[in-house]
């Protein structure tokens, strides 16, 4: 099969592969029909994350037809179409019985954190992602389902972690009728949170960037206000100014390990491999939310020690909510909320990229160029 590799930071190509095979009597072998780019594959492709080795496939967002099954599955046929969510998680341990999915005991073994991710490093248990034509999907009763037929591939795709990240993070907010709800980060999750704060009753809702292409598609795509930082001096006063010397009722970071500005970020992720991540983000989120007020983070970031401002945030007495979103947790409601017309998730795809062009797609969404908020990966593309 064809799938991108990951060659060193910056250094990506399209190169043969084995196709997987069952290893387990619970996996299978889905055919992938569509997958993306993730701002957070993003921090993999500049070499941030620790143990990203090469020749490891990227992507955890994807979808695909069933090719194979292993003899103990039961929920999947061949031919089955599935949405995969990005979390790899047994279904039984301790935290998977409560719904904390994105936290299973059994299926890392490199950390004692995070569970399982497609394609995101051995530090998250060394499985191939979804930038290929075939991955192999483990515990296969338990993640996939198949995609309702009123659901297409494009917007199927994007419930595998971009928009349910970014309702997660609105859910972490606890928002509450009329709050105040800024976020940080105009990525496709950042837009998501930000769309999904007014289904949980903001009654104001400022997106915080610094381009203004994706400034534009928070106005249009989430009915926001928008900041840009790079025009204030301090975007914390400016907050403030905005919330009657107050600050939000809840702050939602989106942005996580590639906050613009961190040369250390660079020099100690990058070159030495101490860390996964810039504070810059969030140090805002606390500095603009209100006392008493809630801060969500599902921005992605590896182990950091940086200079988080965490006394701050006591004296506040805020409340700090976090995780990697449980994927399949949210499906339900937001099933819900699209049968409504609530929005459409494809509405912030804005590339669609051939397989093997995947190397321009990442250089074109690394780089901010053409206007690029979500690019969408079609590995059959005539």
């Known amino acids: 099969m064809r799938a991108m590799v990951y060659r060193g930071p910056y250094k990506v190509r399209v190169e043969e592969k084995d196709i997987p095979t069952i290893e387990h009597p619970n996996d299978a072998v889905v055919r992938v029909s569509m997958a993306a780019i993730c701002g957070s594959d993003l921090h993999l492709y500049h070499g941030l994350m620790p143990d990203t080795r090469v020749g490891t496939t990227f992507g955890h967002e994807f979808v695909g037809v069933v090719h194979e099954v292993g003899p103990s599955v039961q929920n999947l046929r061949v031919g089955d179409r599935v949405m995969v969510p990005f979390n790899i998680f047994c279904g039984s341990c301790f935290f998977c019985a409560r719904g904390l999915y994105s936290n299973c005991h059994n299926v890392n073994p490199n950390a004692t954190a995070v569970g399982g991710i497609y394609g995101y490093s051995h530090t998250c248990g060394g499985y191939d992602g979804g930038q290929a034509e075939y991955v192999r999907v483990p515990f296969a009763d338990v993640g996939p389902s ?6 297409d591939d494009e917007d199927a795709v994007l419930l595998t972690d971009a928009l349910a990240t970014g309702y997660f993070g609105a859910q972490l907010g606890g928002i509450t009728e009329g709050d105040v709800v800024v976020v940080f980060g105009a990525g496709p999750v950042g837009l998501y949170a930000a769309r999904s704060a007014w289904l949980m009753g903001a009654g ?91 801060v969500s983070v599902m921005g992605a970031y590896g182990p950091i020690f940086s200079a988080v401002k965490f006394g701050d945030a006591v004296n506040k007495g805020l409340t700090l909510r976090m995780n990697q979103c449980p994927v399949k947790r949210q499906w339900p409601r937001l099933f ?30 690394s780089s901010k160029l053409d206007g690029c908020i979500k690019p969408l990966i079609v590995p059959n593309a005539a």
């Open 146 to 151: 198949i995609i309702p037929a009123w659901l």
């Open 204 to 294: 104001r809702v400022i997106v915080v960037d610094h381009l203004e292409y994706r400034l534009e598609k928070a106005r249009t795509f989430a009915h926001a206000e928008t900041l840009n930082f790079a025009e204030y001096d301090d975007i914390v006063v400016e907050m403030k100014k905005t919330t009657g010397y107050l600050g939000a009722d809840v702050a939602i970071d989106a942005v996580g390990a590639e906050a613009d500005g961190d040369l250390l970020q660079h020099v100690t992720g990058a070159k030495l491999k101490l860390q996964g991540g810039s504070p810059v983000a969030l140090n805002w989120a606390i500095d603009s939310v209100r006392k008493g007020g809630t």
């Open 336 to 365: 819900e909320h699209l049968q409504a017309g609530y929005f459409r998730p494809s509405d912030l795809v804005t590339h669609r990229i051939p397989l093997e062009h995947i190397a321009e797609g990442y250089h074109i969404f």
